[in-house]
């Protein structure tokens, strides 16, 4: 079975399962439900295509936030370069589908999950984030036993704390390992700041992001003055799409929650559309107190708790299947009746789901399976052993 094969069944299982709510109204489909709508989608691919306009860097969407392989190549067809994903599975499943250059933006660690990177490298352009030499040399060897190269980017922490090198030196050094190992291609620097996200205030955030590429640059410099390749720097997100995306020294915008806008972005960044709810019931009404049928094993709770899409009543809590929330006179729905929600977080939203439900003016025109949901979703790194 080859990854090919298995996101042709996951197409189909998601047809045979869900296929019969095609042509019929969202309001329609049991609950919970994630509903895409197609046309603020595609406004915000545009959006997104368009304030990159006269800028150096290249738009890389992260599509681990919608994990949707139809929908990633929706936004190549619109004009983005390949997509970013965080997991060697992901990488598999997008490669499956047909996308040509795929960025892993994480480290690639255990030797089941190097074997994939490596066999998947044959055949199309991956490029994989490393900050350790031992796991260089593992990359080179299992590079080298497939008979593929692999294209690296070294990567510097800016100030978030996760991976990269914490200093110009080291990521010198893991520059210099890079380019001498045989079956690595050195592309460049990743630096992803994701502590900025967390920062609500426009011009803090801004400073931020400006302070991070200050100290990408340093190393894009460094490796310059060693004669290191450095073509390639790939950082940034939707919080500072129009920060990092518009510096001149970056050259990938990794952003991608714009594509679907949940209540955390939103509260971020003005300019695009709502285009995920989940689709609730409500299960219950006592007095102001209103119960719905979407928890947390639902829906994305992380960093702000889902709102109803369009009002502004804040949810109380969020069980694990129910959502509670606080609402007076003027809140009409009753039992029985169909609320939507914003989801929190739709990177940890989409995963809990077998599918997505796309609607046209609330009536659904088709369903993307969400591929791959976890690790190994499927077997697909069996499938490039
Ligand atoms: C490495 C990396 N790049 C980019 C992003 C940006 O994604 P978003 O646009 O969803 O904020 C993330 C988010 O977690 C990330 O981890």
Not at 22 to 48: E, F, H
Request: proline share 4%; hydrophobic share 45%.
């Amino acid at each position: 079975m080859t990854t090919v094969d298995l996101w042709k069944q996951a197409r189909e299982r998601a047809h045979d399962s869900y296929g019969a709510h095609v042509g019929r109204s969202a309001d329609d489909l049991p609950t919970p439900a994630l509903v895409v709508d197609r046309a603020a989608v595609n406004r915000n691919i545009t959006t997104m295509m368009s304030a990159l306009e006269g800028h150096t860097a290249r738009l890389r969407p992260h599509v681990k936030v919608q994990k949707s392989p139809d929908l990633a190549l929706s936004q190549v067809a619109a004009g983005a370069i390949g997509v970013t994903v965080a997991t060697v599975w992901e990488a598999a499943a997008m490669a499956a589908a047909g996308i040509t250059d795929v960025l892993i933006a994480n480290q690639v660690v255990g030797a089941e999950k190097i074997r994939a990177a490596a066999v998947l490298s044959r055949t199309v352009n991956l490029t994989v984030a490393v900050d350790d030499e031992r796991n260089i040399a593992e990359l080179s060897r299992a590079a080298v036993h497939a008979g593929s190269t692999l294209r690296v980017l070294v990567e510097r922490d800016v100030g978030m704390g996760r991976c990269g090198a914490r200093s110009v030196t080291d990521a010198v050094r893991l520059g210099r390992a890079v380019h001498a190992a045989p079956g690595l291609d050195l592309k460049g620097i990743q630096a992803y700041e994701g502590h900025c996200m967390l920062e609500p205030d426009p011009a803090k955030r801004r400073r931020f992001a400006l302070d991070a590429m200050n100290t990408a640059a340093e190393v894009v410099e460094a490796f310059a003055a060693a004669g290191l390749p450095h073509e390639t720097l790939s950082g940034g997100g939707t919080g500072t799409y129009d920060i990092t995306g518009h510096d001149p020294r970056v050259t990938e915008l990794q952003a991608g929650s714009y594509v679907f806008m949940d209540a955390f972005h939103g509260s971020l960044v003005p300019g695009f559309e709502v285009s995920l709810t989940a689709m609730s019931t409500v299960v219950g009404r006592h007095g102001d107190t209103v119960i719905l049928d979407c928890g947390r094993k639902s829906i994305g709770i992380d960093f702000v708790l889902p709102p109803i899409l369009g009002l502004d009543y804040v949810a109380r809590y969020y069980a694990e299947e129910h959502a509670l929330f606080d609402v007076d006179a003027l809140f009409t729905a009753d039992v029985g009746d169909r609320v939507r929600l914003v989801s929190g977080y739709a990177p940890t939203t989409v995963n809990l789901h077998d599918v997505l439900f796309v609607a046209d003016d609330d009536r659904i025109v088709d369903v993307w399976p969400v591929f791959p949901r976890g690790a190994d979703h499927h077997g697909l790194l069996r499938a490039l052993s």
